[in-house]
Nanobody
Framework: HVQLVESGGGAVQAGESLSLSCSAS????????VSWHRQAPGKEREFVAN???????TISDSVKGRFTIAQATGKNTVDLQMMMLRPEDTATYYC????????????????WGQGTQVTVS
């Protein structure tokens, strides 16, 4: 049974920064590939960034140069650092455990977090 906890959302002014964290526990066999997505009111959920267990990252063009994703050393925790926030970044941000990686192989996991709200005014 995996517990997935997102934290760090809030309300900020344009130009400010926020950091979101995604922590997975309870399934210690896996090292997870993790992604962040967001959904603004009335819009489709969109990909923001992901990171694989070897540290490879992919960043959406819409946030490239402003957002970074990193894995906390030794933990199943991934941080999304958001800088120079804009009103259009306002959304509910969701963490997703994409894939479980084991010594013997890997498999799709596809577990979504409950979301955390980011509001930029």
């Amino acid at each position: 049974h995996v517990q997935l906890v997102e934290s760090g959302g809030g309300a900020v002014q344009a130009g400010e920064s926020l950091s979101l964290s995604c922590s997975a526990s309870g399934y210690t066999q896996c090292k997870f590939d993790v992604s962040w997505h967001r959904q603004a009111p009335g819009k489709e959920r969109e990909f923001v960034a992901n990171i694989t267990i070897d540290g490879t990252t992919t960043i959406s063009d819409s946030v490239k140069g402003r957002f970074t994703i990193a894995q906390a050393t030794g933990k199943n925790t991934v941080d999304l650092q958001m800088m120079m926030l804009r009103p259009e970044d306002t959304a509910t941000y969701y963490c997703k455990l994409d894939r479980c990686n084991l010594a013997a192989g890997h498999y799709a996991f596809n577990l979504w977090g409950q979301g955390t709200q980011v509001t930029v005014s």
